[in-house]
Structure formats: C-alpha cells, structure tokens
C-alpha cells in the first residue's frame, strides 16, 4: 500500500492553518442531537473497515450488528486518543507562549477541537448506547493508556498523532465520503472530524519539525523505535477490542458462536481493527513523506512492516 510522493518540505504556515480552522468550526448541535438522531436500520461504517462480508456465517442482521459494534468501537477509540493529543498539544504550546502571535493562537485552537471532539465522540457514544439495545464493552481505561502513552519521546507521540491525524483524512476521503447507505449522522461525523483535523495534520507536521529539530541519525531512529513500540501497545488494545466485539456481537445477537467461527472472528476482525487504526495511517503518503523527509531510514522502516497492519 507504500505510495510515493515527493518530500519536499510543505509550507505549511500558522497564520494559514488558524484562518482555516476559524472558517471550519462547527458546533456540537450541527452534527448530533435534536432529531438528529442514528439510525440503527443502517450501517455506520464502510465495509472496507468493518469487514463483516468475509464472516459468510453471520446472518444478515448480525453483519449489520457487527458494522453498527465497528462503529462504536471507532467512537470510542477516537474518545480514547484524543485524551492523549489535547494535553500533548497543550504541553507543546505552553513552552512556546511568546514569539509567534499565530503559533500561540493555532495551537490553543487545535486543542480547543480537540476537547470538542471529545466532546462529540462521547455524545455519538451515549446515543449509541441508547439505540443499540445492548451494552457494549470497550478498552480502557482512557487515562491509564495515555498515560503509558505520553510517557514515550515526544518525537514518538508527536509522529503517533501525525499518523491518527492523516488517518483521518484518507478515512472519510476514501472510505466514507463517495459511500452511499451509511447513515446519515455517522457520516457527517466523519466528514466534520475530517475538516478540523486537516489543520491539525499541519500543524503536527509544523511540530515533528520542531521536535525533531537538532536530533541526529541514531536520535531519530529510537524516537521511530518508540513510534513503533506505541504501534505494538495499541495493536494489543486492538486484538482485546475484538476479544470484546465478538462478545458484543454475541450478547446483541443473543447466541454463541462455535469455536470455528470465533477462531475466523478473531482472525479476520482483528486484521479489519489494524487496518482502520494503524496501517491506514502508516501507508497514508504524507505520513511516510514526513518521515522521509526526517530520515529516508525512517520511511523504509515504516514501509517494511506496515503490510502486518494492512
Ligand atoms: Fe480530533
Ligand atoms: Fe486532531
């Protein structure tokens, strides 16, 4: 899935980035709420996430349970990481309080979005849980995993949330946004977290640079070592989230599975989790073109075992 690209240095500028996010902001109540309301008669995700097609053992209803469970697990992991890049972000800005009138103003509005993202993924959440009938497990604690996350390098995390953040784009770009029958609200979360977090992909690449500024050869390959161990943290997060999905889809569809079929669940759900969370954003070629552009080292690296993800 590696795409080339050419890694000349973007320009990128604060002032840029802070009058697109002024233009995007968007409120809660535009998206969700009211009778804005899920509709549980659809699907939420893509079927290049959700990949229930490939359980020929599911009826069509549980298909659709599983989507509608993809679906939620998507708003709680995105719950779960934007806990992590808010105090990452504020931690960032608030050693760079003087200077740059509209570095100070851009980063404090990244932040400010992504409290509001939180913010949204939690309604979406509560609406789920509301309309789907059956309680849904769901990995965490949200605080414990930021915690071992923001323990790593700064590059580390800063190159973890650029990923997260060009994910994003190419999952409603290319997954969600020319897709048709998703329902309605699900999709315009897709599309609002879209707008904002196409700033945010600048300013981590405006970041990474800083981070990243001085470090030599040896210096950036450990800090892709702990991007990397952070990649093997969440993957694990991923293989207990099917663990989980395969007991939500059980519960919500009122009967167990045989051991075949839970062997094929695991097997087939887990490689859909890594897809949508990790390879779609280690192959994503502005991921790889900022990685290049700090060491071709890093890229290859990235390149070699991104396919596991895929
Ligand atoms: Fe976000
Ligand atoms: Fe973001």
Redesign the pocket.
């Known amino acids: 899935m590696a795409v080339t690209q050419s890694t000349t240095k973007p320009s990128y500028s604060f002032q840029e980035t802070l009058a697109a996010s002024q233009k995007a902001n968007w409120r809660l109540e535009d998206i969700i709420g009211g009778d804005k309301r899920l509709s549980f008669a659809q699907p939420f995700m893509p079927e290049s996430f959700a990949r229930v097609e490939e359980l020929s053992f599911l009826t069509p209803a549980e298909k659709m349970k599983l989507n509608q469970i993809r679906g939620f697990d998507y708003l709680c992991a995105f719950g779960l990481v934007e806990e992590f890049?808010l105090p990452f972000v504020l931690d960032h800005a608030r050693h760079q309080l003087q200077g740059d009138d509209y570095r100070v103003r851009a980063f404090l509005a990244f932040a400010a979005e992504?409290a509001k993202h939180i913010h949204l993924f939690k309604h979406f959440r509560t609406e789920f849980e509301t309309g789907f009938g059956t309680e849904c497990l769901f990995i965490g604690p949200p605080e414990a995993i930021a915690g071992a996350i923001l323990a790593h390098d700064p590059l580390a995390v800063a190159l973890v949330i650029l990923h997260i953040?060009w994910m994003t784009q190419r999952h409603y770009l290319d997954s969600v946004k020319d897709e048709r029958g998703l329902d309605a609200q699900f999709k315009s979360l897709l599309k609002h977290h879209w707008m904002e977090?196409a700033q945010?992909t600048k300013l981590d690449t405006l970041m990474i640079e800083a981070l990243a500024e001085g470090r030599g050869e040896a210096e950036l390959e450990k800090a892709l070592g702990e991007y990397l161990e952070i990649g093997g943290f969440l993957d694990e997060g991923l293989r207990q989230q099917t663990e989980f999905n395969l007991e939500n889809l059980q519960s919500s569809a009122g009967r167990k599975l045989s051991g075949d079929e839970r062997a094929e669940f695991m097997t087939k759900q887990h490689q859909a989790l890594r897809w949508t969370f990790l390879g779609s954003g280690m192959t994503h070629a502005n991921f790889l073109a900022t990685l290049e552009r700090l060491s071709p080292a890093l890229r290859k690296r990235v390149e070699q075992v991104a396919p596991v993800f895929c």
Request: glycine share 0%; hydrophobic share 20%.
């Open positions: 890049i992504e953040e977090e945010h």
